[in-house]
């Protein structure tokens, strides 16, 4: 079973930057997409980010298109999250996720079956 896990969260002014990795461990990761999610507090977990296993298929939030970029590293099992120009309302807990069905990306957190812990993000304003 893959196991994930994140990393790089932290607090940051308000236009400030981070990039969150996560590490795969476990089954072949580069036939699979990659996915971030986040949930802040008293929210629903919402989509942020996912990229297909070819690095080409790349679907963004609308919320964070511009400022996020989604990148991987097959060779480190790796997927990264760029963050830019971030706002206070990106605070929140990041997830990343491995969607092991869908052929392109997904934004439904129900089509991706293994989770990390999560990495804090706080963005002060």
């Known amino acids: 079973q893959v196991q994930l896990v994140e990393s790089g969260g932290g607090l940051v002014q308000a236009g400030g930057s981070l990039r969150l990795s996560c590490a795969a461990s476990g089954r072949t990761f580069s036939r699979y997409t990659m996915g971030w999610f986040r949930q802040a507090p008293g929210k629903e977990r919402e989509f942020v980010a996912a990229i297909g296993w070819n690095n080409f298929n790349i679907v963004y939030a609308d919320s964070v298109k511009g400022r996020f970029t989604i990148s991987r590293d097959n060779a480190k099992k790796t997927v990264y999250l760029q963050m830019s120009s971030l706002k206070p309302e990106d605070t929140a807990v990041y997830y990343c996720?491995?969607?092991?069905?869908?052929?392109?990306?997904?934004?439904?957190?129900?089509?991706?079956?293994?989770w990390g812990q999560g990495t804090q993000v706080t963005v002060s304003s």
């Open positions: 996720a491995i969607d092991e069905e869908s052929y392109y990306p997904q934004t439904r957190a129900t089509s991706f079956g293994s």
